[in-house]
């Protein structure tokens, strides 16, 4: 039986272009391999019955015994490298979105789009903030633009959390990049969270408007104009993408990368921005082009998904009447919160 399971996942390996330059073994009764490719290393001990969890590029090992289940480990794709290990037995998964914290064109009113600018010391702090709002919420992996105040508001979220693992950022510009950001201690390993960064969940470019003053440009073109440009659906801005553009790579990256993570059982987090996250809310709550149109997020609010049994749950709403599409710290995510904390009590 161990022997039928080894050689079914070794095919999975190499069907999935996962098996490169690999060293391969079995041993006895129980099959065990070990995987190295590419500066990814996999030890599998086939002990018990076997299952993976595989959706495109999102590849798993789930080691499964009588009394147990645990994610082993994961490759986000062959191009990331990513890897991490999950010790929860759990049904459900989260999924946490955070719009990055104020930024210094934020500040200064500026079209910032995908100009690379950090966050200002208010966006540190409600990056800060926004980290201790989910301190309790384990997290598997995280997820960011390939922007700095995205970046920035990952780290400074996870200096807050409980479990005080260290968010590592995977290199994946070059061989050399993956070779040479390994960790060697497997006791270190646990207690790191891989980081994913990718440029699809970038902000909306905003083309001959990056850079220009907010309401200079409004005085310039006229109001209705620039309203357009920023929250029509589908007309963009000079030289720009519109947020159906937005859309399209943003959610086509979180179905092809980030569900079959929730799918998995991993528990996730998304650092992005505005016109991403809502591109990808779009998705989670199944609004229309015209609904998504009216959805603000605010800075550095964190915002709760639950995914069970093949559905996101919301367990963040609108605040109030008066400041609709803002998502708040709501009672239900407080509910969601105490339930964890009573976990790592016990």
Same mark, same amino acid.
């Given at each position: 039986?161990?022997?039928?399971?080894?050689?079914?996942?070794?095919?999975?390996?190499?069907?999935?272009?996962?098996?490169?330059?690999?060293?391969?073994?079995?041993?006895?009764?129980?099959?065990?391999?070990?995987?190295?490719?590419?500066?990814?290393?996999?030890?599998?001990?086939?002990?018990?019955?076997?299952?993976?969890?595989?959706?495109?590029?999102?590849?798993?090992?789930?080691?499964?015994?009588?009394?147990?289940?645990?994610?082993?480990?994961?490759?986000?794709?062959?191009?990331?490298?990513?890897?991490?290990?999950?010790?929860?037995?759990?049904?459900?998964?989260?999924?946490?979105?955070?719009?990055?914290?104020?930024?210094?064109?934020?500040?200064?009113?500026?079209?910032?789009?995908?100009?690379?600018?950090?966050?200002?010391? /208010?966006? %540190?702090?409600? =990056?800060?903030?926004?980290?201790?709002?989910? #301190?309790? $919420?384990?997290?598997?992996?995280?997820? @960011? *633009?390939?922007?700095?105040?995205?970046?920035?508001?990952?780290?400074?979220?996870?200096?807050?959390?409980?479990?005080?693992?260290?968010?590592?950022?995977?290199?994946?510009?070059?061989?050399?990049?993956?070779?040479?950001?390994?960790?060697?201690?497997?006791?270190?390993?646990?207690?790191?969270?891989?980081?994913?960064?990718?440029?699809?969940?970038?902000?909306?470019?905003?083309?001959?408007?990056?850079?220009?003053?907010?309401?200079?440009?409004?005085?310039?073109?006229?109001?209705?104009?620039?309203?357009?440009?920023?929250?029509?659906?589908?007309?963009?801005?000079?030289?720009?993408?519109?947020?159906?553009?937005?859309?399209?790579?943003?959610?086509?990256?979180?179905?092809?990368?980030?569900?079959?993570?929730?799918?998995?059982? /991993?528990? %996730?987090?998304? =650092?992005?921005?505005?016109?991403?996250?809502? #591109?990808? $809310?779009?998705?989670?709550?199944?609004? @229309? *082009?015209?609904?998504?149109?009216?959805?603000?997020?605010?800075?550095?609010?964190?915002?709760?998904?639950?995914?069970?049994?093949?559905?996101?749950?919301?367990?963040?709403?609108?605040?109030?009447?008066?400041?609709?599409?803002?998502?708040?710290?709501?009672?239900?995510?407080?509910?969601?919160?105490?339930?964890?904390?009573?976990?790592?009590?016990?």
């Amino acid at each position: 039986m161990a022997a039928t399971v080894f050689h079914q996942a070794l095919a999975t390996l190499q069907s999935n272009c996962y098996l490169g330059v690999s060293g391969l073994s079995q041993e006895n009764g129980n099959a065990s391999f070990r995987l190295i490719s590419k500066g990814v290393k996999l030890d599998i001990n086939l002990l018990g019955r076997r299952t993976y969890c595989s959706r495109k590029r999102t590849f798993s090992i789930i080691e499964a015994s009588t009394s147990q289940t645990t994610i082993f480990g994961s490759v986000s794709s062959p191009s990331n490298g990513a890897t991490s290990d999950s010790g929860k037995k759990s049904s459900e998964a989260a999924l946490i979105l955070i719009r990055h914290g104020e930024s210094m064109w934020n500040e200064k009113n500026l079209f910032t789009g995908c100009v690379d600018v950090p966050l200002t010391k /208010k966006g %540190v702090e409600e =990056a800060i903030e926004a980290g201790k709002r989910i #301190s309790s $919420i384990p997290v598997d992996i995280i997820y @960011t *633009s390939a922007l700095i105040r995205a970046q920035m508001t990952a780290m400074l979220v996870m200096t807050e959390h409980r479990r005080k693992k260290v968010p590592i950022i995977l290199h994946n510009e070059s061989e050399q990049a993956k070779a040479w950001s390994q960790i060697f201690s497997e006791d270190t390993h646990k207690q790191c969270i891989p980081v994913v960064t990718a440029w699809q969940l970038n902000e909306r470019m905003y083309g001959e408007l990056q850079g220009l003053n907010k309401q200079e440009t409004a005085e310039r073109y006229g109001k209705e104009q620039v309203h357009e440009w920023r929250r029509s659906y589908d007309t963009p801005p000079p030289n720009g993408e519109s947020l159906e553009t937005c859309a399209e790579r943003a959610v086509a990256y979180f179905t092809d990368h980030i569900e079959p993570q929730l799918l998995c059982g /991993k528990n %996730v987090m998304i =650092a992005a921005h505005g016109n991403s996250l809502r #591109s990808i $809310i779009m998705y989670l709550d199944e609004l @229309t *082009s015209q609904e998504v149109i009216s959805l603000e997020l605010s800075t550095g609010i964190p915002m709760l998904y639950i995914f069970k049994e093949g559905k996101f749950i919301r367990r963040g709403s609108p605040v109030a009447p008066n400041e609709a599409g803002v998502y708040a710290y709501t009672k239900r995510l407080a509910q969601y919160r105490q339930r964890l904390d009573e976990k790592f009590q016990s």
